[in-house]
């Protein structure tokens, strides 16, 4: 019986292998035997991109278009068809899916409903991109009773460092429901914005929160004028 590609390729060299441990450096080939799996999945692949050519002619095919390259049967044309809708869902919601972040009423608006009854202090991060996009959920940092002692900059500063992250807004909450700022928010404030200049993160602003009220320290000019 006739050597097939996968069973001719060292154990690291083949397409599975390489999926797992660098699959940012497959080619498409190595990508689409994968999903495609079996014995024949090399030459399978190779066949379905020289049948669809790029891949968003790919993207365009149906499972029958798919079933017609010989290998695939209905499963696994459904399997390229999931992962090719997934794509699609996720470069979608990589523009849709993420509120930009614009304006203190806008982080405001995502955090009052979290945070505005709970009965400790919250201390959250919201990491923007470079178009002040949110990137993922609000991460909290601390929680209990915050003052400048306790809250180390570092801490703050490290998911947006982790992330990549273009700029950070910092929120935190005071259960009185009175967002007025202390002189320790604005101290806090000041080391913050004066660390990510030298960490090339921005801090955007630093919202304090209260019940159904907030006030943007950016927008008063608090801490922000160092």
Not at 7 to 35: D, F, I, K, N
Not at 76 to 91: D, H, M, P, V, Y
Not at 162 to 177: D, E, L, Q, T
């Amino acid at each position: 019986m006739k050597e097939t590609l996968l069973e001719a390729l060292p154990l690291r060299e083949r397409p599975a292998w390489r999926v797992a441990y660098q699959a940012r450096g497959c080619s498409t080939v190595e990508l689409l035997a994968a999903l495609i799996g079996g014995a024949r999945q090399v030459e399978i692949a190779q066949e379905v991109l020289g049948r669809f050519g790029p891949l968003h002619a790919l993207a365009r095919s149906n499972v029958d278009e798919l079933m017609q390259v010989g290998g695939i049967g209905r499963l696994g044309a459904a399997r390229l068809q999931a992962a090719l809708e997934l794509g699609r869902r996720f470069q979608q919601g990589e523009v849709e899916d993420r509120p930009a972040v614009s304006a203190p009423a806008d982080a405001a608006g995502l955090l009052l409903p979290r945070m505005q009854h709970l009965e400790q202090e919250h201390l959250v991060v919201l990491l923007l991109d470079a178009r002040n996009r949110l990137i993922g959920e609000p991460i909290e940092v601390y929680h209990g009773s915050l003052n400048a002692s306790l809250i180390r900059v570092g801490e703050v500063l490290r998911p947006a460092v982790r992330a990549n992250a273009a700029g950070i807004i910092v929120a935190h909450n005071h259960p009185s429901g009175k967002p007025d700022p202390s002189p320790e928010d604005v101290a806090v404030t000041r080391a913050l914005v004066e660390a990510g200049k030298l960490l090339d993160v921005e801090v955007l602003d630093h919202i304090i929160l209260g019940c159904g009220a907030y006030v943007s320290l950016k927008s008063r000019g608090l801490g922000f004028n160092c």
